[in-house]
């Protein structure tokens, strides 16, 4: 009998009422069996996220030696949730163990973590189901990342064979023995984690929203539904900012060619979007499979002639940003220059200013200049490898909605061209882009 894992994300937790609609789900299939729950996100525009009320509960706690006051509004919270859903279930014993744990642990990532606890206790009691805590079968390596070959086994052992099992996404336990979280959104890896371990038939993402779009809804109205979508065209996207799933999420599932499907809670009927390894994965025919960005980079120019016979150049300056803990996003460069894109928020102004002078101490440029507030765009497709002129067609694109291209980056597959723009270009080049690619293709 094949095996589904299902990720329930933070509106399908927001309240008594969603959480019935995700028990009918669960109920509808049989092999829906093994379940991983997010914390209670908002039950509207103005309403604040369990795990954002959390944090606020350990900033109390660090300032005035407990976090009565914060949590209370979780402790109300989730009582709301078990009366909606009318459930025996002694909630109080529950949330008074989780206050004081949080006060004992003085820990962020403890404290953070339980929001997913907290909506997997009361969804085990929901199902009748088997609670498994992930603190006891996650877990991260001395040096941080993910214990994969412990972790599958943990869990393996812990729910194989048994007909329902819920377990809390978002963390573990890290290899001082204490609660470790991945980062915000980190419950679609739990999910997938799971999804490895019991090698499932297909990992279902249950959210908001109808699958993925091949832009911003935001910025282009009623973009085109991506029925289906490669790991990799998916990882481009993600990273870009297509926010549906988290990007790391791919890795556990990818080795085991696990296709996920992301669904509607509120629309189960709805299609969604299935992402398929490659060994499964049919493109659709279209060039572009979708488009997307971020913006707030900053790129740092260097130009210095004979750069490219200068041996250990890009070690000596990728040296200078290590020291600092800067990430570098990309690299594009020519015989004599070289440029850093990097995440506007990871270089404060000291940060930036030690990080230019290292760079002046380390290779002495000719050109050192600093470019703000750029945007980068990702145009992303498998079709684009084999389509002559689609470069012509996005550049073209570009320029006649009159915007300037600032940076130019394709990798070596073809899956996409990365530019970057002015951040007060970002919409209308997104614009741009998208009814080059698909309002044209499909008239």
Known sequence: MSVKVCKFGGTSMADGNVIK??????????????IVVSAPGK?????????????????????????????????????????????????????????????????????????EYLSARVVT????????????????????????????????AAISGERRAVLPGFYGRG??????????????ISGAIVARAVNASVYENWTDVSGFMACDPRIVDSPRHIKTISYKELRELSYMGANVLHSDSIFPVRRANIPIKIKNTFRPEDEGTSILPSSRYV?????????????????????????????????????????????????????????LVIESSALCEDKLTRVLDGIKEA????????IENIALI???????????????????????????????????????????????????CIRAIYSEFFKREYR
């Open 21 to 34: 609609k995700v028990a009918g789900i669960i109920d509808g299939d049989s092999e829906r069996r093994y």
């Open 43 to 115: 039950r509207y525009s103005d309403d604040i996220k369990v795990t954002d009320l959390l944090y606020k509960c350990h900033n109390e706690l660090t300032s005035e030696g407990d976090c009565k006051k914060s949590f209370a509004l979780v402790r109300a919270r989730f009582n709301s949730i078990v009366r909606e859903l009318e459930l025996d279930f002694d909630m109080q014993s529950v949330l008074d163990e989780t206050e004081r744990r949080i006060n004992e642990e003085k820990s962020e990532d403890f404290t953070a973590s339980r929001g």
């Open 125 to 156: 009691a929901v199902l009748g189901a088997k609670f498994v805590d992930a603190e006891e079968v996650i877990f991260f390596k001395d040096n941080g990342s993910f214990d994969g070959e412990k972790s599958y086994r943990a869990i393996s």
């Open 175 to 188: 290899w001082d023995g204490k609660v470790k979280t991945f980062s915000r959104g980190g419950s679609d």
């Open 283 to 339: 493109p659709s025919g279209n060039v572009v499979t979708g488009v997307a960005g971020k913006k707030n980079f900053t790129v740092i120019f260097i130009e210095k002639s004979h750069m490219n016979a200068e041996i250990g150049f890009v070690c000596k300056v990728l040296g200078v940003l290590a020291n600092e803990g800067v990430s570098v996003e990309h690299i594009p460069s020519g015989i004599d220059t070289m440029s």
């Open 363 to 370: 290779v002495a440029p000719d050109v050192l200049r600093v």
């Open 378 to 428: 990702a145009t992303v497709g498998h079709g684009m490898s084999s389509s002559v002129g689609t470069s012509a067609r996005l550049f073209q694109a570009i320029a006649s909605a009159d915007i300037n291209i600032k940076m130019i980056d394709q990798g070596s597959s073809e899956l996409n061209i990365i530019v970057g723009v002015c951040n007060d270009d970002y919409e209308k």
